[in-house]
């Protein structure tokens, strides 16, 4: 017999897991099905965000980080550091210890507020009374029966056409996380987020790292202004960025990879690597869903259709994260899961896609909300703009870390704050201020009134507010 739920949810990434113990919390019996496993076969919740994603890559940066700080920076400090030298192994193994205290976690998390785990991979079988069949594939075959069922089965790495990924010589983030050696040379295309944070990496820990993007600008969804700031860093720190580039054949060998391409001028040119990294996107992972049994509608890139408060097209039925339009961002799925969650049982849900922030965690961080100033100037929309460097706030000083800036983008008329964008030390902790007073429609006078900690990074924040009005006061 079919076990009975209010709310299934397929996928346990951070928009699945999120909105299953959200609709738990409201008192709903709640399924949760995922099938992501780790290397001894069991459990390993959390989806692309835990496995592959945020989390392992953060815990990667960060030791390559410390690597580089002990060899060239320590002696700034008075610290002498010799013969510093990296265990690659023992820093994937400790890469793997905070993925699985994290899988862990989110299982606990799970078993405490008493939603029900099915490993295996979840589809639709039919609509029936009342709700849906759902089928579990997995150790052992399950069939659920939901009155409510949530999609969130999250995204996959795009490929190159013809270039399929061996995850050994051509790498999605999967296997870019997996690395076990220092690569001497590493080729990327694309040079979006995950790019520049696997760049920056194996840059760190000593490899030739060359990226190859296909735009003519440089990180073209960023803030024109903190683009080039960055730019200027990245390049200073040893990465080789090449713009506007076409990429053509790609020959991958036992010894390395070799890729033909041709620059901004039209002229062809090859790159040999010992691995190559491919990040230019993803697409939104609905393969196996079965979505065509019950006639759930998907667009052409596969994703769910769904509406503003993610409805898809069926009565019932919900999706969230990466599998529905809008960015592909962790926190955006956790907080359409919760929202899914509470629009269920009655509530109004909210998800403001205004002041949903975006963060590069590389060094320096960049770290934006709301508009850019190019998107401003596109609608028309007049503005005012306020700026204020690193090299002049005293805990940046401190700390040795004094690029970049804060820039703060408000209404001409009504000083509402339009968009923040930051580049420098931290960025992804300063940002959270400026998603605040977006949410609540602050202006800029608002924070430039508002008494920040002495020293902090976060008074640049306060000086970029100041700087609107242009009024500054340690510049």
């Known amino acids: 017999m079919s076990k009975q739920f209010d709310v299934i949810v397929i996928g346990g990434g951070p928009g699945g897991y999120i909105g299953a113990i959200r609709a738990a919390q409201l008192g709903m019996s709640v399924a949760c099905i995922d099938e992501w496993k780790n290397s001894k076969g069991a459990p390993a919740l959390g989806g692309t965000c835990t496995n592959i994603g945020c989390i392992p890559s953060k815990a990667l940066l960060q030791s390559s980080e410390y690597f580089e700080h002990a060899n060239k920076h320590f ?38 507020n008493k939603v029900s785990f099915f490993h295996g991979r979840g589809s639709f079988v039919k609509a029936v009374d009342g709700g849906y069949e759902i089928k579990v594939a997995g150790m052992a075959e399950e069939t659920l029966v939901g009155k409510q069922i949530i999609v969130a089965t999250g995204s996959n790495a795009r490929a190159l056409p013809g270039t399929p990924f061996d995850e050994e010589m051509i790498l999605s983030n999967d296997g870019a996380l997996r690395i076990g050696a220092v690569p001497k040379r590493l080729g990327l295309i694309g040079s979006g987020v995950i790019g520049l944070e ?57 010894k390395g990879v070799s890729v033909a391409w041709t620059n901004a001028k039209g002229e062809a040119q090859t790159l040999d690597v010992d691995k190559l990294i491919v990040s230019i996107g993803r697409i939104p992972n609905t393969i196996g ?61 909210h998800v403001n896609f205004n002041t949903i922030p975006w963060v590069i965690y590389t060094s320096p961080e960049i770290a934006w909300v709301g508009q850019t100033e190019q998107q401003l100037k596109a609608a028309g929309r007049a503005y005012k703009a306020g700026t204020f460097p690193f090299s002049a706030n005293g805990r940046a000083r401190a700390l040795g870390d004094t690029t970049g800036m804060v820039k703060m983008l408000a209404d001409a008329t009504t000083d509402e704050i339009l968009g923040v964008h930051i580049v420098g030390p931290m960025a992804s902790e300063l940002i959270a201020e400026c998603v605040v007073a977006m949410e609540f ?19 640049a924040t306060k000086e970029a507010a ?5 009024r500054t006061l340690n510049l």
């Open 289 to 349: 869903l079965n979505a065509e049994a019950v006639g759930l509608k998907l667009d052409e890139r596969g994703a769910v259709v769904v509406d503003d408060e993610c409805r898809a097209s069926l009565p019932g039925v919900w999706a969230v994260g990466d599998v529905v339009r809008g960015p592909m961002l962790a926190h955006k799925a956790e907080e359409e899961g919760v929202a899914v969650a509470e629009r269920i049982a009655g509530q109004h849900g």
């Open 466 to 470: 100041l700087a609107v009005e242009k």
């Open 198 to 254: 696997m760049g920056s990496v194996w840059r760190r820990l000593g490899s030739d790292v060359t990226i190859l993007e296909g735009l003519p600008t440089f990180l073209g969804a960023v803030d024109e202004q903190i683009a080039k700031e960055a730019y200027k860093a990245f390049v200073k720190q040893g990465l080789k960025v090449e713009l506007g580039v076409k990429v053509g054949e790609i020959k991958a060998g036992k």
């Open 441 to 459: 429609r602050a202006s800029s006078e608002d924070i430039a009134r508002i008494c920040h900690a002495h020293p902090s990074l976060s008074e």
């Open 75 to 112: 002696a700034e400090h008075g610290i002498t550091a010799t013969g510093v030298s990296m265990d690659v192994a023992k820093m994937v193994a400790r890469k793997d210890t905070v993925v699985k205290q994290n899988n862990d976690g989110i299982q606990y998390l799970l078993k405490k």
